[in-house]
Structures are given as structure tokens and as C-alpha cells.
């Protein structure tokens, strides 16, 4: 299952989304973490050290490889200088498994604590400052994960941008679910409610996940704010306090109750419905929004309108 973690700057979904995949690893489950924040801090909130982390490659680096390795042979795509962010797959086009050998695994994914894979979107360089977006980095994420057909008990967790920010681009639809982190507050109720107003346009399925919860008014506050989104509520934690000082970040430290959300939040996610059919048409229709905004009508030539994406089809 394909999960997100956004939510305002500074609530904690980095740490939710790194505690999500280092405990579905320790239950072994296979997973694969993308990070797609402008932040990269992915890597060491699930335990590299910041030396390993900086010496990580990046998606966006091997741009060309791994759109040349995703088209295969789809005569739809006679080159890899015609794909953009939102291609879609086709007849003849290369699907990734979650855990699998290929060329784009060896070159930008690594395993950085046991069972949990990193790839990153990469920082701005001094190159991209003024001159370039982020979501330019994104780009490499959203085809990785519009080509990549995951399993029933597999897990990709991808941590994205803060805020709404993450709707500037097509890859707020490559998820069965999408978790937004929640803090007991004004401020971060309202990012949820803008996001939430964005997500029912697209259909996106969306479940708030409380963080830093204090005592049951701090419950209270967030059920009567987001209702029935609410699936479940982390408290403050020594655990995750002492890793962000150095402290191993072994999950099977964290609190009990802690790591019982997390199990609720796996659970969610397990009960969602997977469509291919659905998946690759929204794949489709945003492919044909940004042809028909920017990148040239002559793109929805891309479109293979009788091909769906499944694990069947590796």
C-alpha cells in the first residue's frame, strides 16, 4: 500500500512517517520510504547518521536512467526526453515491485536500517537556488511511484511537503491513503481543513493522525475539530525525544501506547480498497492536465487507455 504523511511545518509527520515504516519493518512487512519534503530528514529520523544520510544518492540525479528504464519498450514513448513528472504507464512500459533487484534500485535506494529502504527527492544545490521549484525534484517520486505496483502487506511511505503544498503537483494522487498530522491547535487544524477541502475535489482518501497529545482536552479538541478523520492519537514521547538527541532509534523502545496507533494506523491503511483501474485514471487525468497546461496536448498521445497497472502485470 502506497501511504503519505503531510501536515503543517513542524507537526511531526517526518517523525510519524518514520515511526510508521520502522514498524511495519519490525513486523516484516516489506517497505520502501521516499522522502519528498523539502526538508530531507527522512533518512535520519529512521536512524542513518546526518554523515550517512548526506552521502545518500538522490532520485533526481538519475533522472535519465530511471526514465529510460520505465518506458522499456512502449511504443507510445520512443524516448526518454519525452516523459514528464506525470507519464503514465503502458502496454510495454517497466513496473517496479517494492522489493526487487533493478537498475534504479542499485543506483538511487539504499537500505538504511534493516528492512526499511530510503530513496530521496534530494535538497535544493546552489544551482536550483532562485532559479528553480522543488517540485522539479518531485518529479522523479511521482514517476517512481505511478510505475511502481506494490503488494498486499508491502508498504511504500512516502513523507511530503508541508502543508497544501503537496496539491502544486500531481503526486497527492498516488496514494491509498494520505495521514495528515495534526497538532492540538488552531493553526495545524487549519492546514487539515485546507487540505481536506482540496483532497475531496480529487477523491483523495485522507485520515488525521493527532501528534504531541497531552492529556484528554487535547483529544477532545481534535475530535470535535476533525470529526471522524481522527484515527488515532500519539502522545509525547521520551522514545522519539532521546533519538532526536542521538539515542538509538530502535522502534521496539516506543512507548506501548504510541506503538499501538501505530498499529491502528497500518490497520487503516490494510482496510483501504486497492483499484488499479482507479489508480491509473487519475494517473491519467492529471498526466492530461499538465499536458493540456503546460507540456503540449501532443502528450496525451502517452496515454495507453487500455492498460492497468497491477501486480499480475510484473
Known amino acids: 500500500m502506497k501511504v503519505a504523511f503531510v501536515g503543517k511545518g513542524g507537526s511531526g509527520k517526518t517523525t510519524c512517517a518514520s515511526l510508521f515504516a520502522l514498524r511495519a519493518a519490525a513486523a516484516g512487512a516489506p517497505v520502501l520510504a521516499l522522502d ?14 546526518a554523515e550517512d544520510a548526506a552521502g545518500l544518492p538522490t532520485l533526481p540525479s538519475h533522472l535519465g536512467l530511471i526514465k529510460n528504464w520505465l518506458r522499456g519498450d512502449n511504443p507510445r514513448i520512443p524516448s526518454a526526453d519525452q516523459m514528464i513528472k506525470t507519464t503514465p504507464p503502458g502496454r510495454g512500459s517497466r513496473l517496479l515491485g517494492v522489493v526487487e533487484d533493478n537498475p534504479i534500485y542499485d543506483a538511487a535506494v539504499r537500505e538504511v536500517v534493516p528492512g526499511v529502504r530510503v530513496g ?92 504531541k497529545v497531552a492529556d484528554d482536552s487535547d483529544v477532545a479538541f ?3 475539530e476533525v470529526g471522524d478523520d481522527l484515527v488515532g492519537v500519539l502522545g509525547h ?67 495507453d487507455p487500455d492498460f492497468v497497472p497491477a501486480p499480475a502485470t510484473l
Open 36 to 49: 519528498a519534503d523539502i526538508n530531507q530528514n527522512l533518512a535520519v529520523a529512521l536512524g542513518a547518521t
Open 120 to 211: 530521496l527527492a534530494g535538497a535544493f544545490e546552489d544551482a536550483d537556488l532562485g532559479v528553480a521549484c522543488f517540485h522539479a525534484k518531485t518529479g522523479a517520486v511521482e514517476l517512481l511511484l505511478s510505475h511502481l505496483v506494490d503488494g498486499p502487506g508491502e508498504y511504500v511511505v512516502v513523507d511530503m511537503t508541508a502543508g497544501a503544498d503537496a496539491f502544486a503537483s500531481g503526486l497527492f494522487t498516488r496514494f491509498d491513503l494520505t495521514f495528515l498530522v495534526c497538532e492540538p491547535t488552531l493553526r495545524s487544524v487549519g492546514v487539515y481543513r485546507q487540505y481536506a477541502g482540496y483532497a475531496r475535489d480529487f477523491g483523495v482518501r485522507l485520515a488525521v493522525v493527532g501528534n
Open 222 to 224: 481534535l475530535r470535535d
Open 237 to 303: 514521547s521520551g522514545h522519539v525525544r532521546a533519538g532526536d538527541r542521538g539515542a538509538p532509534r530502535d522502534v521496539a523502545g516506543l512507548e506501548p501506547a504510541n506503538a499501538a496507533v501505530l498499529d491502528d494506523l497500518r490497520a487503516a491503511v490494510d482496510a483501504v480498497d486497492k483499484d488499479w483501474a482507479s489508480y491509473q485514471a487519475d494517473a491519467v487525468a492529471m498526466h492530461l492536465r499538465n499536458a493540456n497546461a503546460w507540456a503540449g496536448s501532443a502528450l496525451a498521445e502517452q496515454i
